[in-house]
């Protein structure tokens, strides 16, 4: 599995000239991989685990917000070094770097396709190209959409609080905004949702395609769809029922604390974003239940070696164990972190599995049932591009500089010139 370069004094020398080179191996005989990742992928432990167990490996883990993360990767692999050994792909930009395959190593040729059948189907297709043939990466956990809620200010406003009771407000997303409106008539100095912005990610998300067509054309100004979920989300925003808040930033950590909004969609991993954020004080404040729609997909990712790496073979045995079914189970305890694997998220102890600070809410059932449902969008190639410049122009209606109409032919001219 790994190779231990040690012994003669030639052998020392030889390492020596590698390490000088920009190689992955030490003087002391150990082969040094990197893992660059964007956020926390709950790896820690594991690593530790991994190097007791395979003592000629080092594992060091490079950590930097997703962006600089992704801008940082493209202009590595343009220049042919500095990429880590395994990199993290997040699924919103997994296709701008598939047209870059040949900046990877293919992982089938480590027999990464005999592992196809742990992952649901459409997670598999998504790390892979040239119809299965060329294996990118191997899939981390997925983000099944729920919807997160303070239960103590929907009971100031009259809502329901129960979450089977609170789902039932919103089977589809015009009956959200029906409970924003009831919401906003009794508690007017509390935002009913953090922002516009992850209102129309999670409506596009329930679509099979969004800006681009399964055959990467760009179609944004035609799909009814982009339309629909923009109108949808501007609509709050014009009626100040959104906090105007940047998503995972600062000022959404603050009003967490303050208690300044009331619900949020929340894919799997954005809970212990919110539990950070709104503090020991909140707990058991806030629940989940099912979003409006049902299903979506926001997030998750793939484990990818550069080709540029000294050691694809095992940055190649590293990204397979990380991914097995066996941690993912374990990250997801840990982390909260859902399994892209069937096996693990069907698993009875992950379905068992409550979170005792959303109010004991049963996430392993309600997160898994949303995987279930999940069809996900085709990300085109310049999705990541297209993407925040309708984002930023519901943040504009927001703190109305610009009606919902203006905003919309705004960005909708900025979206083609960034799709060309």
Not at 84 to 94: N, T
Not at 362 to 372: K, L, N
Request: charge should be neutral; aromatic fraction near 10%.
């Amino acid at each position: 599995m790994s190779r231990r370069l040690v012994g003669s004094a030639a052998a020392t020398l030889a390492m020596v000239m590698v390490a000088g080179c920009g190689g992955g191996s030490q003087a002391d005989g150990k082969i040094e991989l990197s893992l660059g990742l964007f956020s926390d992928f709950g790896y820690d432990k594991l690593i530790e685990e991994y190097q007791a167990s395979h003592s000629n490996i080092k594992i060091e883990q490079r950590k930097v917000k997703m962006e600089q993360h992704n801008t940082q990767l493209a202009t590595q692999l343009a220049g042919g070094r500095g990429a880590a050994d395994i990199v993290a792909l997040e699924e919103g930009v997994v296709s701008q770097f598939r047209a870059s395959k040949d900046k990877f190593v293919n992982l089938a040729e480590y027999g990464a396709k005999d592992l196809k059948d742990q992952w649901a189907g459409w997670k598999w297709n998504q790390g892979t190209a040239d119809g299965g043939e060329f294996v990118l990466g191997l899939g981390t956990d997925m983000g099944s959409l729920g919807l997160c809620y303070r239960a103590d200010l929907f009971a100031a406003a009259g809502l329901p609080t129960d979450r089977a009771e609170v789902a039932k407000l919103w089977p589809t997303w015009a009956d959200y905004a029906k409970a924003a409106d009831t919401f906003t008539a009794k508690t007017p100095n509390v935002k009913f949702v953090d922002t516009a912005r992850n209102v129309y990610k999670a409506i596009l998300d329930q679509t099979e395609e969004g800006y681009f067509a399964k055959d990467d054309s760009y179609i944004a100004e035609k799909n009814d769809k982009v339309k629909t979920a923009f109108d949808q989300a501007a609509a709050l925003g014009t009626k100040q029922q959104t906090g105007a808040l940047e998503p995972f930033s600062q000022d959404w950590n603050v009003a967490l604390k303050q208690g300044s909004f009331a619900t949020t969609t929340c894919p799997a991993w954005a809970l212990a974003l919110i539990k950070a954020g709104a503090g020991d004080a909140a707990a058991g404040k806030w629940d989940v239940t099912t979003a409006p729609g049902g299903g979506g997909n926001w997030g998750g990712s793939f484990l990818a070696v550069p080709k540029q790496g000294k050691h694809p073979k095992e940055a190649y045995e590293l990204a397979k164990w990380l991914t097995a079914p066996e941690q993912q189970k374990r990250i997801f305890k840990e982390t909260g972190n859902l399994p892209s694997q069937p096996k693990v998220y069907q698993d009875a102890e992950v379905q068992a599995t409550v979170n005792e600070y959303f109010n004991k809410a049963p996430v392993g059932q309600i997160f898994a049932t949303s995987a279930e449902s999940l069809k996900p969008t085709y990300r085109g190639t310049k999705d990541s591009k297209v993407g925040p410049v309708f984002g930023t122009a519901l943040t504009r209606v927001e703190q109305g500089k610009q009606s919902a109409a203006e905003a919309w032919t705004q960005a909708l001219k900025e979206a083609t010139d960034a799709a060309k």
